[in-house]
């Protein structure tokens, strides 16, 4: 006989009873199995989600103009990646990101130049390259040096036109040590100043500065090779920067540089004293006078060419170019006089004898009775 759903009492005694805490023990492992999955899952799509949202809205970015200020510095060769990293770390933008899109979607931004911008913190990126590509934004200052300053001149024109001041510049050109000038300047700084435009930037110091005018001096005398053509003439890289500094003190037009420098080259050759005004202008540190009276013609100084002979112990200014040029490649000529006989055109005549001379000079007492330039 068959028995169904009913067991005999020996088998019930050997069947397993059932233990409750075991089936809830089951149900625990279960539902944490399940939270766990749950919070993955909620942690994973708020990361999907702020992906999504960040796909949708953008790199992170501030509202507004920003701020305070701050001082940063666009570099050679930087990229805007590079302006965006800088930007970023000064608290200028947010992301740099932000701003890659935003100099993205600007050509102008390839306009930006090199240099120190003051910004300000907290900017929205777009508010920040429109900053970037104002003018006025850069803080730089430039001071142009022309031909023929002298140095005092042109330590002057550094304090007027700087915010760099009167006593770290003349500290900085009293250290001559420091000022890289070439072995052949003998610790003169005067005439290794070179005429030119420098830019000034919030890292400039006086020192610096100086030392950038004596490197376009070496640089300059580089690329007309001084030291070589001055062999060529047998003479000293010295005296080839000091006749360059009277002939640009004495010519008043390029065209005339080599026929001045070869006059003076003839005076010399001949021991004949140079007799340039410019030179005692010089000792007495005056301006705006073409002639010298006879008595200044009797200072006692070594710059007084009228009565000594052979050059003045330094150049007398800072020559141009044109005028170093010219003193290493003179013209070709017998001349040993001349005189500016138009003083607003710099007209000038050249003569071999004194003769010649005197007439030439006739012609410029005429022009000065008629004209105010005298």
């Not at 302006?83 to 200028?92: D, E, H």
């Not at 300000?120 to 031909?147: C, D, F, K, N, Y």
Request: glycine share 8%; aromatic share 6%.
């Amino acid at each position: 006989m068959t028995h169904l759903g009913i067991g005999t009492r020996e088998e019930e005694e050997h069947e397993p009873r059932h233990r409750p805490w075991r089936g809830c023990l089951a149900v625990l492992v279960a539902c944490a199995i399940l939270a766990g999955i749950g919070t993955f899952a909620y942690v994973k799509g708020v990361d999907v989600i702020k992906h999504a949202l960040s796909h949708f809205s953008g790199p992170a970015d501030y509202s507004g103009t920003g701020h305070g200020s701050v001082v940063v510095q666009v570099r050679q060769g930087d990229t805007a990646s590079d302006i965006g990293a800088t930007l970023t770390k000064a608290q200028v933008v947010e992301s740099e990101e932000a701003f890659v899109d935003a100099a993205r979607n600007d050509s102008r931004s390839r306009d930006i130049q090199v240099g120190f911008y003051r910004l300000r913190r907290h900017m929205s990126a777009a508010s920040a390259l429109a900053l970037l590509l104002q003018p006025g934004s850069m803080i730089s200052h430039s001071v142009t040096i022309p031909e023929g300053k002298r140095a005092d001149e042109i330590l002057a024109a550094i304090v007027a036109d700087t915010r760099l001041g009167k006593t770290a510049v003349d500290k900085a050109f009293a250290d001559t040590k420091a000022l890289g000038l070439p072995p052949y300047a003998k610790g003169h700084a005067e005439g290794y100043l070179f005429p030119a435009t420098y830019d000034v930037t919030p890292g400039t110091t006086a020192a610096s500065l100086l030392r950038e005018m004596t490197a376009k001096f070496d640089a300059e005398a580089s690329n007309l090779g001084l030291v070589k053509a001055a062999a060529n003439l047998h003479r000293s890289p010295t005296d080839v920067v000091i006749v360059a500094s009277l002939v640009q003190a004495e010519a008043r037009r390029a065209v005339d540089m080599p026929k001045v420098a070869r006059v003076i080259y003839n005076r010399l050759q001949i021991g004949m004293p140079l007799q340039l005004d410019s030179t005692l202008h010089y000792a007495v540190n005056s301006r705006g006078h073409i002639a010298t009276s006879n008595n200044l013609r009797q200072l006692k100084s070594p710059y007084n060419s009228y009565t000594h002979t052979g050059l003045p112990p330094t150049a007398i200014d800072s020559p141009g170019a044109e005028a170093l040029k010219a003193a290493l490649h003179p013209a070709a000529g017998t001349w040993r006089f001349f005189v500016t006989v138009n003083l607003r055109t710099g007209k000038t005549l050249f003569a071999t004898t004194f003769a010649q001379q005197q007439h030439n000079e006739t012609i410029y007492h005429e022009y000065c009775q008629t004209s105010s330039a005298c």
